[in-house]
């Protein structure tokens, strides 16, 4: 995927969206157990959203959790999120 962006750097919002929502979704989805790696990329998240920028929380938001609501795995992913990424994707 990275490949297509050629000597460009992606932005946040497009390596959040199209790489790790993408990543998280196939582990939400699994009939495997993935606990372990879900619990770890939401940990990373949540040191972000609770330790970042103002511009940060907006890429986790809207990046992470609105892909997530549109998926329909907003509820699944609920399971691995610290307070604080629980309190952003609860905002309208």
């Not at 919002?13 to 699994?30: F, G, K, N, Q, T």
């Not at 940060?56 to 699944?76: H, K, P, T």
Request: glycine letters at 6%; one cysteine or more; charged letters at 25%.
């Amino acid at each position: 995927m990275l490949r297509q962006w050629d000597d460009e750097i992606p932005g946040a919002h497009i390596v959040y969206a199209d790489l790790l929502c993408p990543w998280l979704e196939r582990l939400l989805e699994s009939p495997d157990s993935y606990e372990n790696e879900l619990r770890r990329a939401f940990a990373v998240l949540e040191k972000l959203v609770s330790e970042g920028s103002q511009g940060v929380r907006d890429v986790v938001g809207a990046s992470v959790c609105e892909v997530l609501a549109a998926e329909n795995m907003l509820d699944r992913a609920r399971a691995f999120m610290g307070p604080a990424t629980h309190q952003l994707c609860d905002q309208p």
